[in-house]
């Protein structure tokens, strides 16, 4: 294990700084945390939201086991995971998640993936952890490979590419909806190749009764869980990263077919380079990269669009 997360109380942040002083850590300026430390193999983060701390390093199983649990919760999980799991994590289900919603360029991406206890383990023994906490490509990629490769494990990726995106937006009207229905479709190709799979875990990004409804428009009728946070779940996890694989290809490749660099998220960047498409190509082109309902497409064409 050279990664690990657990939520605070405030009570437990000052007991934690109180040990890593003690034991000699160096404290580090770290942006969003109360306090960073890192010490040889270990680099320790108490991040304000939660609060909640991250541990990573070659030393961090044994500074689990022999100082955070001991000393700062006062109970022994690792190691006994599936003992103390009341979530389902590692019980039979398939996790989704989602890629590109926020991005201006590029397709709409929704991934599925189905575990249980044993490709779980596989999972998290291979450092499977959400998409967003992945900072380069390459790490994506290489987790991405080891999902693939885990034995027994069944998974669906879906990408609705701009163009495909545009088109179909407008019977939607709504980016939920739509979403929805891009999770009700990657379950259905999953419960075809794991028919008696009992359970579905979504992160929450809407009402939960708007993709409800998009499973009962597909006749699925398995348990729905939706839940804040999903990213937690290892299957939920491992989709999300199948997903951005599928964006950042796609991702790469709209970069090398126009010449220039194709920015993510929908920041002034990527204003000056949807300008430099349209001046390149013609504003006929953008809807073909990018998603022609954010705000963001006024600001690239104005008044010619």
Not at 65 to 82: D, H, Q, W
């Amino acid at each position: 294990m050279t990664s690990h997360t657990a939520p605070l109380t405030p009570a437990q942040v000052a007991k934690l700084r109180s040990i890593l002083e003690g034991k000699g850590f160096e404290f580090v300026a770290k942006q969003y945390t109360i306090f960073a430390a890192k010490k040889g193999k270990l680099n320790i983060s108490v991040y304000k939201k939660g609060p909640k701390v991250l541990i990573q390093g070659k030393d961090t199983e044994d500074f689990i086991r022999f100082t955070f649990e001991p000393e700062i919760t006062g109970v022994a999980k690792l190691g006994y995971e599936e003992e103390t799991d009341d979530t389902g994590h590692y019980l039979p289900h398939f996790g989704i998640d989602e890629s590109g919603k926020g991005d201006f360029f590029g397709p709409l991406v929704v991934a599925g993936v189905y575990t249980d206890a044993e490709i779980t383990r596989l999972l998290v023994k291979g450092g499977i952890m959400d998409s967003k906490r992945i900072t380069t490509p390459a790490a994506i990629r290489k987790l991405a490979a080891i999902i693939k490769a885990t034995p027994g494990i069944e998974f669906d990726v879906i990408a609705i590419r701009p163009e495909r995106y545009n088109e179909i937006y407008g019977s939607f009207k709504n980016l939920n909806r739509m979403l929805a229905w891009g999770h009700a479709t990657v379950i259905e190709e999953l419960a075809k190749k794991v028919p008696n799979c009992p359970r579905a875990l979504s992160d929450q990004f809407a009402r939960a009764d708007v993709l409800q409804s998009a499973l009962k428009n597909k006749d699925i009728t398995l348990k729905l869980d939706q839940r804040t946070k999903g990213e937690s779940d290892t299957a939920v996890a491992a989709a999300s990263i199948l997903a951005r694989e599928r964006f950042i290809d796609w991702m790469d490749a709209a970069t090398k077919k126009v010449g220039f660099t194709i920015p993510l998220g929908a920041s002034s960047l990527v204003i000056d380079a949807g300008k430099k498409l349209v001046a390149t190509h013609g504003k006929e082109v953008l809807g073909k990269f990018a998603k022609l309902h954010f705000k963001t497409t006024q600001q690239v064409v104005g008044e010619l669009f």
